[in-house]
């Protein structure tokens, strides 16, 4: 049963998103930047994150 209600609730976020359109390129391009620098931000990053333990 519960994987019946998360394949419905998966449908439903599909047609939602498919309703809305393509996402513009601005947008795109936006969440590119901020996963890069997020990803790439020192205390993120595994040897940042043990030296942060070790300080």
């Known amino acids: 049963m519960e994987r019946q209600i998360?394949?419905?609730l998966l449908e439903e976020a599909l047609q939602a998103n498919e309703a809305s359109?393509?996402?513009?390129?601005?947008?795109?391009?936006?969440a590119a930047e901020l996963?890069?620098?997020?990803?790439?931000?020192?205390?993120?990053?595994?040897?940042?994150?043990?030296?942060?333990?070790a300080g």
């Open 35 to 53: 996963f890069r620098q997020v990803k790439s931000a020192p205390e993120l990053r595994e040897d940042g994150w043990r030296a942060h333990e």
């Open 6 to 8: 998360e394949r419905d």
């Open 21 to 30: 359109g393509p996402i513009p390129q601005s947008m795109r391009d936006e």
